[in-house]
């Protein structure tokens, strides 16, 4: 039974905004000035406190909401309503408890009207792909927390998205559990070339998972204060990498940026 399909864009930006502006009614922007972009294939994590802007990015992403100014495209064109080409994974457990994981997992492809012939493959090759095949006839309530998480990223995959949005998915593990996710999400998103905009205010989640980090600070209104490309490469060992010296140093340079971010945020409140 054949796999699922790799994304077949190797070159060119998923997901872009330029001098992007967004607020919420007669109150301050959350956000002003932004520029960024998500390349095909890219894993790109939003790192900064919590209250940032860093969900209202994704939910500009998913079409969830409009900016006040700025252009805002996907695949080169501008983001019209909700965004079907985008699969978001939060930390709450969405999973339908009174239905098996097999499923939930098929749950976004039935509501596609895929056939059942089309559909079963597919289950069969995430539950298969995410260590999930003696879960398929269990319910949400059976499953530990790591099971939980990895049919929910089934869920979110199964259509194959051109761009997988993730927002704080693991908060709620502990440590180990988080640690065993961050490979488990790694090999499988590097496996389909899957982009990735993930948000975290973990500087060692970020520094592990990531391709390139955009730190959001600065604010009100916050912005993009830093992007930083991360030398670990795509096929990185993260049991190991975790005690390499230049995961470190990127850590420390993270937080130094989270820092300075936070100190020029707290001088202007004062003024």
Known sequence: MNEPLAQTQVNGN???VADLCIGFGDREDILRNVTMKVRAGEFVTLLG??????TTILN????LIRPRSGHVRFEGKPIEGFNTSAGYMTQDDTLLPWRTVAANISLPLRLRGVPKAEIRSKVDSYLRMLDLEHARTLFPGQLSGGMRRRALL???MIYEPTLLLMDEPFAAL?????QLMHMELRRT???????????????????????RVLV??????????ADIDLPFGRDRDLAALRFDKEFFEVERELHDIL???KLRASAGTER
């Open 154 to 156: 089934a869920r979110s």
């Open 14 to 16: 998923i997901f872009e």
């Open 174 to 178: 502990d440590a180990q559990m988080r």
């Open 49 to 54: 406190p919590s209250g940032c802007g860093k």
């Open 259 to 261: 820092l300075t971010a």
């Open 216 to 225: 959001v600070g600065g604010g009100p209104p916050g912005g993009i204060v």
């Open 60 to 63: 500009l992403a998913a079409g």
């Open 189 to 211: 998103v590097t496996r389909l070339n899957q982009a990735v905009l993930f948000v975290t205010h973990d500087i060692a989640e970020a520094a592990a998972l990531s391709d």
